[in-house]
């Protein structure tokens, strides 16, 4: 099937290239991305006000599609804070102490505690929830402050965070970028995750017992370990007046907590939740949770903290959000959104940007599997060079759609990005992504930064190896 190209479509990829370019050198691109968004409007409509709107109207859009996201990750937030101020927090973990008594106990065990906690509650409120009260206990059997930044940080910011399957934010980007359902992208990263999750945290691992006996391990200590938080929400360990509570009560509010989540993952099971669904009911649950938890622990203020702890999460989720919001109005005109804000003005038979793009491309390149797979990790680690994970995955899944009309397995390759812009971007390889976990162990971002490099590298490898063998033989 052959596609006519016109301006529009050199002009969008174009600003892709530009985007990319940009994201190389580590720098900002909201303000090419607005551009990429005014100078479409302009040759499409040939008015300036209309272009001139657009941008507004673009940004509404994005942030309609990108709301129930940002929703969820505020509510997480707050509910998190509520039991960091409580110590709620410190109740739910303890039980699990027990079972680190050695170093290598206390590395996997830190890890796995922290893929748990993130999955349900995100990885940066993760970091603050147990934190903590595990990395005490990590220094007493022996593991260094930086191993346990390590295992925090790989296995709640990579696995958890790059498979993300109960908040769903992360794949409902790429799967709308991509215009696929969120859960065909979640059942494809399965496999992808757990390769670049199993090879990365044992080389790792493996890494730091051989610097360790070598005598060449750096702690990279820059404080004492313990004493950071949850950047947005304070310092951890600070307790508003009226938040203390007896420890029998803290004891059953942690046990009624973790019932209630595990519920929702029953309930999820049952009725087969997924997407908005699942997500609906894991913000209703935080909703009920913080609610009266707050109402428990505040008493007579707790109307008011309840709104207070409400616009903590809030300002957190935005702030995190705040950069996605130009990057996805912008890719989101690949798509259906650009006829919405500008009107038909492709031409007949298009079937939109990206989807045209993707067509030209497979009528006159070879693409395969290997070399898709290759592209899409690349874009997907570019992607992720500005510090968020989830700046550049809606990139990452109008990539995938290009790529796929020609080579096939969109949902791997979509997939595939995903992981990819998480791993690098999401708070494993950029100093300044790593801050809650560094700070909470009281090292350096960039020794934790350096420890994960090697490691992140030899994951990504091995994971883009078994996406070029699910394109072949899946």
């Not at 995100?122 to 603050?128: D, F, T």
């Not at 310092?235 to 203390?244: H, L, N, Q, T």
């Not at 490898?461 to 394109?471: N, R, V, W, Y």
Request: charged letters at 10%; proline letters at 4%.
């Amino acid at each position: 099937m052959e596609v006519q190209l016109t301006a529009l479509h050199w002009v969008y990829l174009a600003f892709i290239v530009f985007i990319m370019a940009v994201l190389i050198k580590r720098r900002d691109t909201t303000l090419v991305c607005v551009a990429g968004i005014f100078t479409l409007g302009l040759i499409a409509t040939e008015t300036l006000s209309t272009s001139v709107s657009g941008i507004f109207n673009s940004f509404i859009y994005a942030t309609k599609e990108l709301l129930g996201t940002i929703f969820i990750i505020s509510i997480i937030v707050a509910m998190s804070r509520v039991l960091i101020i409580t110590g709620i927090n410190e109740t739910m973990v303890r039980p699990l102490t027990r079972f680190l008594r050695t170093p290598a106990m206390a590395f996997w065990g830190i890890g796995l505690i922290m893929m748990v906690v993130s999955l349900f509650f995100w990885p940066s409120p993760g970091v603050a929830l147990i934190g903590a009260v595990l990395l005490p206990v990590a220094l007493r059997v022996g593991l260094p402050a930086l191993g346990a930044a390590m295992a925090m940080n790989l296995f709640g910011h990579g696995i958890a965070l790059s498979g993300d399957y109960i908040i769903q934010g992360a794949p409902k980007l790429t799967a709308d970028a991509a215009g696929i359902p969120v859960s065909q992208v979640m059942e494809a990263s399965v496999p992808l995750v757990l390769i670049m999750g199993a090879v990365t945290t044992a080389v790792a691992y493996w890494m730091m017992r051989r610097d360790q006996k070598r005598g060449t391990w750096r702690n990279g200590l820059v404080g004492a370990p313990g004493k950071g938080g949850l950047p947005g929400a304070g310092p951890a360990g600070v307790v508003r007046s009226g938040a203390m509570l007896p420890k029998g009560l803290k004891r059953a509010l942690a046990v009624v907590i973790w019932l209630l989540f595990a519920a929702d993952v029953a309930a999820m099971i049952a009725f087969k939740l997924q997407g908005g669904d699942a997500t609906a009911l894991i913000g209703g649950t935080a909703v009920l949770i913080l609610i009266g938890v707050t109402m428990i622990a505040h008493r007579n203020r707790g109307l008011e903290e309840t709104t207070s702890y409400l616009i903590e999460g809030f300002q957190f989720g935005f702030r995190v959000f705040g950069p996605v919001i130009p990057i996805a109005a912008f890719f989101y005109l690949g798509d259906s959104a650009f006829t919405q804000l500008f009107g038909d003005r492709l031409l007949q038979g298009s079937h939109g940007i990206v989807n045209d793009l993707g067509v030209a491309l497979a009528n006159h390149v070879p693409v395969n599997g290997a070399v898709a797979a290759v592209t899409l990790t690349s874009a997907g680690a570019i992607t992720g060079l500005d510090g968020s994970g989830f700046s550049g995955i809606s990139l990452v899944g109008s990539i995938a759609h290009m790529f796929s009309i020609s080579a096939g397995g969109i949902d791997t390759l979509t997939a595939l990005g995903q992981v990819a812009a998480i791993w690098v971007g999401g708070g494993t390889l950029i100093p300044w992504a790593l801050i809650p976990a560094a700070a909470i162990c009281g090292v350096t971002p960039f020794e934790l930064a350096r420890r994960n490099l090697i490691p992140v590298l030899i994951g990504l490898a091995a994971t883009t190896l078994g996406a070029m063998l699910i394109l072949q033989f899946g």
